[in-house]
């Protein structure tokens, strides 16, 4: 059965275990106190998590896809991975999802794995550990298509197990939760809480919200408008990569929501591309209209996004 099912079906049900392993990685990093956190730069840094999260899901992937590209956010090292690190289960439903013509044949050559071990690592080091998510993105050709965003620090309602992982894949549908539409008559817009500057603000402003939810990650803040909690991610600033954007852009899409730039094109997940994300973030739920935020960004913050 594995075997007849399609590359990018096996690529997606091999990620949904790969993350929620990933995510207890996470956990256990901070449960033992060890974080050993390293300066990448200005505000970005990278701990044991992001280290060990990434080799469990790169050693995994390519166990199980040898040839695949991979492109991940933290420096790749040589270090053995323990074996209970080395995931090769794959989730039943989507193994079972039939793909449109056009993803069915999709060859390995076409596919490019965009990996962020730990989002919201700022967050996760000052202990606010719910903004975290692990996220693994698929981009057929230039777009993201499919991705698994995994919440580790989610809670359980019903077994009060930690973790929760959700996939989507777009014309397809998505699994792992129940999307919900944010309330209506409002306008609740989600950003950065640890990489704001004038621009960033002019343009929340220029968008006249109700509420603004600034909160850690890229992941958490798409997961926020699938969860119906903000209707927008504004975001008017080059600093989130690739890695960022590309599973919460294929979840989001495969619900009906939409991410873009903020000049409204969607960016290209090719391996050859530039990593950050220059022209800046901007997502909405599904259901609100897209077209009415760009109208509504000023034209001289768009151009300082270029
Ligand atoms: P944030 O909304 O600030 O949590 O950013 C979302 C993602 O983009 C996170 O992975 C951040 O690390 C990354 N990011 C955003 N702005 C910057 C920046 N100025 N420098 C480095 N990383 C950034
Ligand atoms: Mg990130
Ligand atoms: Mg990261």
Redesign the pocket.
Known sequence: MAQSAALLTRLVASTVPIATKAGQIVRDVMSRGELNIVDK????FQTEADRSAQRCIISSLNKQFPEITIISEEEKSNCEVPSDWIITDMDQEVLNLSLPPHLENVDLKDLCVWV?PL?????YTQGLVEHVTVLVGIAVGDKAIGGVIHQPYFKNPDTGSWGRTIWGIEGVGVGGFTPTPPPKGKRIIT?????SDSTVEAALNALEPDEILKV???GH?VMLLLDGKAHAYV?A?G???KW?TCAPEAVLHAVGGTLTDMHGDRYSYNPKISYPNKRGVLATAPGEQHSWYLTRIPDDIKQRLV
């Open positions: 730069g200005k505000n970005d962020d989002d919201g690592t700022a967050e950003t950065t809480r640890s990489h850690g990650g890229a803040k975001f600033s600093g989130s990569k960022d």
